[in-house]
């Protein structure tokens, strides 16, 4: 769908006072020697545990002059010691004053930066431990790695956890559309960061044989890329995709809306485009520009703000392209290489909403009850006008969902249409593209496993106005996942201590599959998770109560009205123009 802006997350990690600085450590590495530091992280239910912190080691040569808009090279040998005691700066970047969350674009912004940060549960000795390598979301256009904070995980987990930034926005998803500017910048540094990891975790306690990538949101569907591309062969042994399919609309551009939002920018600078070698004229201009973030700012007025990957058949190839995209599944892909976890949460559509279409909320909660449906039909519309042009089989379409979201077991109740709109609004861009992005890493797959999660454990400390919401927005499951720091948004020791139990049964079932490829060892769980074949479809769900859920069959009814229901209108009605 068009106009989505995937963006950040409900929690925002700051610098955290539950962690004491004490020592200072040196390691000698393949590419230099890295100063980091040794502290102590005091965990939610008040154990301790000491870890080691490397932030902001460049991965990358910075991507300037030259290098702009082309694949990252790797970054120099250190000839001196690093100090690796501070986090890098943010890639350019730029958010709309207006986003939910009230962020602000960051200050200080530098083009170089492709850097991570480690945190490593070894201190000392040589013990190596599993490593879990994060890439963020934030629509391809905003994200840094200090926005996140691995101590808990690493702590509690005894995972190496690895955060890394990579470029976004035009820096990192440019294209013309063709070889000029193919595109994809980001998703090249993030495999570059991942060879980095795959080359030097050893030297910080990591196992260089157990590496799993996960990412949420844009992250989550830069970890599916990840799988898809063929020069990731032995990189990495697994991934887990958060409400990130790579099945999604709004995770590619075409090649088209690519060159519009290039020579949209140019024309911002002025660039003379000439009709013949446009794309190489556009891409001299924008090179030669100094002020990165002023091109950051100019660049978030493109239409619906979207930079995004494109297939140019390097990175990401048409055939694998198609294979993931067909339904029902008819041939295997390069992803089965690598054991997946694919997830998304129950109310992922309430942040789109929220995000996009505040005032759809706001009217539900205030009209008349009889005004009700006539508010979500205009919502579902808007959702659904991208599958037809044509005015009859819109309108078929939007009387169906009318019907399968609305015709509600009590349609007086308020906060039940809010769910049913919601839903729609999950499965449109969501939960269905999951749902195939996990078919189709099960088909006829019997070399690594499949499993699928829908998360719905709110987050505990919700702004004003949410009270309807009974479940997990888009990005709720990051807190957990990290170990709730002590950083978070209406952070309290006491809160922390109450979601701590089930901050734990997530990490263990993360943390399993990072150690194990299988989500239920070695450390117990609560309920075992099923890995999902095309037979029984088995799936965990982790319910607001606290614990976990086996199910089967995730929203199969919803699924079905996408992928076999919808499309047989659009068909109907393509098949009565053509005889019209
Ligand atoms: C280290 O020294 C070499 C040779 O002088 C130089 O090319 C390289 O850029 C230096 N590396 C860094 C990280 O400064
Ligand atoms: C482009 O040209 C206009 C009109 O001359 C000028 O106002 C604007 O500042 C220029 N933009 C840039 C980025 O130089
Ligand atoms: C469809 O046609 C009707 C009648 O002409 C019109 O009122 C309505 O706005 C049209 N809807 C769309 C989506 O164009």
């Given at each position: ?409 009590n349609p007086n109740d308020r906060n039940f249409n809010l769910k049913q709109i919601s839903d729609f609004v999950t499965d449109n861009v969501f939960f269905v593209a999951a749902a195939k ?144």
């Amino acid at each position: 769908m068009n106009g989505v802006k995937i963006c950040c997350l409900f929690v925002l990690f700051l610098e955290t006072v539950y962690y004491t600085e004490a020592i200072e450590r040196t390691i000698n590495t393949k590419v230099g020697s890295i100063k980091g530091k040794i502290g102590t992280v005091q965990l939610p239910d008040g154990t301790s545990k000491q870890i080691a912190e490397y932030l902001g080691i460049p991965y990358g040569a910075p991507p300037v002059g030259d290098l702009r808009f082309e694949k990252p090279v790797p970054a120099a040998k250190f000839n001196q010691t690093y100090d690796a005691l501070n986090y890098g700066l943010p890639c350019p970047q730029y958010f709309k004053v207006d986003n939910v969350f009230g962020l602000t674009p960051p200050s200080l912004m530098s083009e170089d930066c492709l850097r991570l940060d480690i945190y490593s549960p070894q201190t000392s000795g040589s013990k190596t431990y599993p490593v879990m390598l994060f890439i963020y979301g934030g629509s391809f256009t905003t994200g840094h790695s200090s926005t996140y904070n691995g101590q808990n995980l690493a702590a509690y987990g005894e995972v190496v956890t690895v955060i890394i930034n990579y470029r976004v926005g035009p820096f990192g998803f440019l294209s013309t559309g063709d070889d000029q500017a193919p595109g994809n910048y980001g998703l090249w540094d993030q495999h570059l960061a991942i060879k980095w990891v795959k080359n030097n975790i050893d030297s910080f306690g990591g196992d260089a044989s157990r590496i799993t990538i996960f990412g949420q949101s844009a992250g989550g569907a830069s970890v599916a890329f990840q799988t898809l591309y063929s020069g990731n062969k032995g990189m990495f042994q697994r991934a887990i995709s958060e409400s990130g399919p790579a099945n999604a609309e709004w995770a590619t551009s075409s090649k088209e809306e690519a060159y519009l939002n290039a020579n949209f920018l140019a024309l911002k600078f002025n660039c003379t485009i000439p009709q013949k070698q446009a794309s190489s004229e556009i891409l001299r201009c924008l090179k030669s520009v100094k002020d990165f973030s002023l091109m950051a700012k100019y660049a978030s007025a493109v239409n619906n703000f979207r930079w995004a990957p494109t297939v140019e058949n390097d990175f990401i190839t048409s055939q694998e392209f198609q294979r993931i995209h067909q339904q029902p599944p008819s041939a295997k892909s390069f992803a089965q290489n690598f054991d997946i976890i694919i997830g998304t949460n129950g109310y992922d559509g309430q942040y789109i909403l929220s995000a996009l279409y505040p005032a759809v909320i706001s009217q539900m909660k205030m009209v008349p009850i009889g005004m009700l449906r006539t508010i979500m039909r205009g919502a579902i519309m808007n959702f659904l006008k991208p599958l037809s042009s044509n005015n009859k089989t819109l309108t078929a379409l939007v009387d169906a969902a009318m019907f399968e979201y609305s015709n509600v077991k009590n349609p007086n109740d308020r906060n039940f249409n809010l769910k049913q709109i919601s839903d729609f609004v999950t499965d449109n861009v969501f939960f269905v593209a999951a749902a195939k992005d996990v078919a189709n890493h099960a088909y006829k797959n019997d070399r690594t496993k499949t499993y699928q999660y829908e998360f719905n454990h709110a987050y505990p400390v919700l702004p004003p106005g949410n009270e309807w919401l009974q479940g997990a927005t888009h990005g709720g499951e990051v807190p957990y996942v990290f170990g709730f720091p002590s950083s978070l948004p209406g952070y309290s020791p006491q809160i922390a201590q109450t979601v701590w139990p089930f901050s734990k049964i997530v990490m263990d079932y993360w943390t399993n599959f990072a150690k194990t490829g299988n989500p239920n060892k070695p450390r117990n769980v609560v309920t075992e998770w099923k890995a999902y074949n095309s037979m029984d479809e088995d799936y965990l769900y982790f319910p607001m109560t606290g614990t976990t859920e086996a199910g089967r069959y995730l929203n199969a009814r919803r699924k079905n009205f996408w992928l076999n229901y919808l499309p047989q209108i659009v068909r109907r009605g393509t098949e009565s123009q053509n005889v019209d």
